[in-house]
């Protein structure tokens, strides 16, 4: 991985799990930050907001801190893992507690600058 064209971003905090955030962020690996903005800007899942916060930031870091050129910037890779776990209970019938696990994920977002798609590679 070129370190002087990649710039990256992440969120240890994000109260979704982990298998939920996957499906929507893997919709937009290997896209054009202004196609994948704008799938995030129209999805109907509530953790899209969160999500491009961290692709905005990770564009913000390729701009000022790499003087990468925005508009040639592709959304490399993305990874989602486990976070913590809220632990809360939930009364139920006849004195008994049901246990609620509330996830948390970890995202990080790498965008890279590239002149071409790897369709128009291969």
């Given at each position: 991985?070129?370190?002087?064209?990649?710039?990256?971003?992440?969120?240890?905090m994000v109260r979704i799990s982990p298998s939920k955030?996957?499906?929507?962020?893997?919709?937009?690996?290997?896209?054009?930050?202004?196609?994948?903005?704008?799938?995030?800007?129209?999805?109907?899942?509530?953790?899209?907001?969160?999500?491009?916060?961290?692709?905005?930031?990770?564009?913000?870091?390729?701009?000022?801190?790499?003087?990468?050129?925005?508009?040639?910037?592709?959304?490399?890779?993305?990874?989602?893992?486990?976070?913590?776990?809220?632990?809360r209970w939930r009364p139920r019938a006849k004195g008994r507690?049901?246990?609620?696990?509330?996830?948390?994920?970890?995202?990080?977002?790498?965008?890279?600058?590239?002149?071409?798609?790897?369709?128009?590679?291969?």
């Open positions: 991985m070129n370190q002087n064209s990649t710039a990256i971003a992440k969120d240890n955030l996957s499906i929507l962020v893997n919709s937009i690996v290997d896209m054009r930050v202004g196609s994948a903005i704008n799938q995030l800007t129209f999805s109907s899942k509530r953790v899209s907001k969160t999500i491009l916060k961290v692709l905005n930031a990770a564009v913000a870091n390729a701009e000022n801190n790499k003087q990468l050129d925005i508009d040639k910037l592709f959304v490399k890779e993305v990874y989602v893992g486990k976070s913590l776990r809220m632990k507690a049901a246990s609620i696990i509330k996830p948390f994920s970890k995202v990080t977002i790498i965008v890279e600058e590239r002149t071409q798609t790897k369709k128009e590679i291969k």
